[in-house]
């Protein structure tokens, strides 16, 4: 957390003055595409489209603003996720998992991010880049197509603790890491906050200077 306090990622704009509906337009514009692209037009969807209801009623002007994106096909899916949050939730997004992940297009990511960013409520992040760093820490290895699997789930309950979830700090401060230290390619071991327990840094003897 400290570390996260100095390098994290704070300028991205959907972390600022969160709401359950602002996190989950931009969990569903992160799929697959670069935060960086997605920061660059999220202010400007998120004041046009306050609400699922902005989104069925002007399909045309949503499917316009994130053409830039590449999200032809997830705009289908989130228009029609947009559709069912307001004939089976009047609107508002929803606090129980099943219903999160019962939305088109809605998986275990977005349905934890919603959750965790969007409501507060604590939980685990399990994705790619969380399954790297707990893997890397305790040796453990599990591919990251497997991020989906229970044994992935029960990794990251084991390696970050807390059973009922990290708070939103905590899981944006992984996603950080892994984004900016931690990479699947050429990781930044010496720059890790982790370093001294990491398993993946011990067995390559990696010293101050010779970064891997």
């Not at 993946?200 to 010293?207: E, G, P």
């Amino acid at each position: 957390m400290d570390w996260y306090r100095v390098k994290g990622r704070h300028d991205l704009p959907w972390r600022h003055k969160s709401t359950p509906w602002s996190i989950f337009v931009a969990e569903n514009l992160l799929r697959r595409t670069r935060s960086t692209s997605v920061a660059e037009v999220f202010n400007t969807i998120i004041t046009r489209f306050p609400s699922p209801e902005s989104v069925i009623t002007n399909k045309s002007h949503w499917l316009e603003l994130t053409a830039t994106l590449g999200l032809a096909i997830r705009a289908d899916q989130f228009i029609k996720s947009c559709e069912m949050l307001v004939n089976r939730h009047r609107g508002h997004i929803p606090k129980r998992y099943s219903d999160l992940v019962a939305l088109s297009g809605v998986g275990h990511y977005i349905a934890n991010a919603v959750l965790c960013f969007g409501h507060g409520i604590p939980t685990h992040i399990t994705d790619t880049n969380t399954l790297r760093i707990a893997s890397r820490i305790t040796g453990d290895k599990i591919g990251q197509e497997r991020h989906r699997s229970q044994r992935a789930r029960s990794l990251i309950s084991r390696c970050f603790g807390g059973a009922a979830g990290l708070s939103a700090n905590r899981n944006y401060a992984l996603l950080d890491l892994a984004h900016s230290i931690c990479t699947p390619s050429k990781p930044r071991c010496t720059l890790c906050p982790l370093s001294s327990i990491c398993q993946y840094r011990s067995l390559r003897k990696i010293t101050p200077g010779k970064a891997k």
